[in-house]
């Protein structure tokens, strides 16, 4: 059973990137998906879920517009597009699965968590 983030990198301010949350060995489609960042010497946040019925997904305030989550389960991914980024977004990125967390930002109510994909927003 594994989760793998991917898809950071160095991008301009105002650019794009899309992460992409690949699983192994289980279905992502029962699971609750959430996007989490940590910048340097930050806490750990969410900045993005969704649920396992795909209906209306979870953003932080500072996301809010720019960041869009959405799955694949063909490919049995979950995307995180990001756009118009800030250098405030630099952060590395984190996806988790849980089979029930109570709300897409409680971190402890995950089961498996990816390895991290580091996203650098500068000029």
């Known amino acids: 059973v594994q989760l793998q983030a991917s898809g950071g990198g160095l991008v301009q301010p105002g650019g794009s990137l899309r992460l992409s949350c690949a699983a192994s060995?289980?279905?992502?489609?029962?699971?609750?998906i959430g996007w989490f960042r940590q910048a340097p010497g930050k806490e750990r946040v969410g900045v993005s879920g969704?649920?396992?019925?795909?209906?209306?997904?979870f953003y932080a305030d500072s996301v809010k517009g720019r960041f869009t989550i959405s799955r694949d389960s063909a490919k049995n991914v979950v995307y995180l597009q990001m756009n118009s980024l800030k250098p405030e977004d630099t952060a590395v990125y984190y996806c988790?699965?849980?089979?029930?967390?109570?709300?897409?930002?409680?971190?402890?109510?995950?089961?498996?968590w990816g390895q991290g994909t580091q996203v650098t927003v500068s000029s």
């Open positions: 969704i649920s396992r019925s795909g209906g209306s997904p």
């Open positions: 988790a699965a849980g089979t029930n967390p109570s709300w897409y930002t409680f971190q402890d109510e995950y089961d498996y």
């Open positions: 060995g289980f279905t992502l489609d029962y699971y609750t």
